[in-house]
């Protein structure tokens, strides 16, 4: 009887992909501990936000992608809504607007995005399929530009990347062509100018910082040479676990967070680094596996857009951290202390296990 409803319980989960993740969050928690400075306060709470995010994934996991479908569009309507909300009322906190209270509890809309974007465009493109044309690109460039538009002015530039990324790739994989991004890539480049006057100070600083940050060693780069030099003194085989002296000397800022790749690296060195890598690679691998087996095309479109954005996350983070790329605050995925990005992660991973082994029970 046990066995049976074990069974059950377990009947959405794709194995391979569960195996993998389990295994880097285990991981993550020997890093983190680490990181935290030993503490088993911040390790113990960690680990109660991987059960919370496990349970979390087996709920969507268990949820069929047809009725993903059918509310996506109700997800995106109240996702803008409460944007708009953080925008005319939200809580401002370290010069930013990113709260939303609502008298019970103080939410974070941009996170919600994170799944109701990719949802939104692949259900318009779903609808769409037969008859595709130019202005239904137009179309899902709007509404991945309003969400963006709205992230970016509160300003959270990080989580607006991750949005975009998302959205990108849905629109990308519903058709458009090669010709229309190089255009658009040759646009973007000629509008830099336009644009950079409009950055937020602090942004433009790290940009600046990216090309140099030996300018500034003891501001706005200190980040940055710091997480390479914890990187750099790694070696092929790292210092060893809890002997990484940049970060066990308070040298490392954010060290559980976004930069706890550099601790990471300090430790467990090049070939942890490839440990970590494959990891991520599997991940992402066994994604586009379900992408191209996905049953029809919101499940492809979904199911791609969920993977990219992973591959985005761990890119931009371990760009960020080895100073390849400015400074966003995109934390490492799976890997740096927090719940809410590990619940958001989770979230995607179980929709695509149900894309996965719904489309065994629908006739295609």
Not at 12 to 36: E, I, N, P
Not at 68 to 91: C, E, N, S
Not at 224 to 253: E, V
Request: net charge positive; with cysteine; aromatic share 10%.
């Amino acid at each position: 009887m046990i066995r049976l409803l074990l069974k059950r319980a377990t009947a959405h989960f794709d194995k391979f992909l569960l195996g993998t993740l389990m295994f880097t969050l285990l991981v993550a928690l020997f890093v983190l501990y680490s990181a935290s400075g030993q503490s088993m306060d911040r390790m113990i709470s960690q680990a109660v936000n991987i059960m919370v995010a496990c349970a979390v994934l087996w709920v969507f996991a268990n949820i069929p992608p047809q009725h993903l479908q059918r509310v996506a569009v109700p997800l995106y309507l109240l996702g803008m809504l409460l944007l708009i909300g953080v925008f005319l009322f939200g809580d401002v906190s370290k010069g930013a607007r990113r709260w939303l209270n609502l008298g019970v509890m103080r939410i974070q809309p941009s996170e919600l995005m994170r799944i109701a974007v990719p949802m939104m465009l692949a259900w318009y493109f779903a609808r769409r399929e037969a008859t595709l044309r130019f202005t239904d690109y137009v179309v899902g460039a709007v509404m991945l530009a309003l969400p963006v538009a709205l992230i970016v002015k509160q300003p959270d530039l990080g989580t607006a990347l991750l949005i975009s990324a998302s959205g990108f790739y849905v629109l990308f994989l519903a058709g458009l062509s090669w010709r229309l991004l190089i255009g658009l890539g040759v646009a973007v480049a000629g509008l830099v100018p336009l644009v950079w006057p409009l950055l937020h100070d602090y942004q433009r600083r790290r940009i600046e910082i990216l090309f140099d940050p030996y300018q500034d060693p003891l501001g706005a780069g200190y980040h940055t040479i710091q997480a390479t030099i914890a990187l750099g003194s790694g070696g092929l085989a790292g210092k060893g676990w809890l002997h990484g002296t940049q970060a066990q000397l308070d040298f490392l800022p954010e060290r559980h967070t976004d930069f706890i790749f550099a601790v990471f690296g300090e430790e467990f060195g090049l070939l942890g680094n490839l440990l970590l890598l494959v990891l991520f690679s599997v991940i992402i691998a066994r994604g586009m596996l379900i992408t191209a087996n996905a049953q029809n095309t919101f499940c492809r479109l979904l199911a791609g857009s969920i993977t990219l954005t992973f591959f985005t996350y761990a890119f931009v983070n371990m760009g960020m951290v080895s100073g390849i790329l400015p400074v966003v605050g995109v934390p490492l995925p799976l890997i740096s202390y927090g719940g809410t990005s590990l619940v958001t992660l989770m979230i995607g991973f179980g929709i695509l296990m149900s894309i996965q082994t719904h489309k065994k029970l629908v006739s295609t």
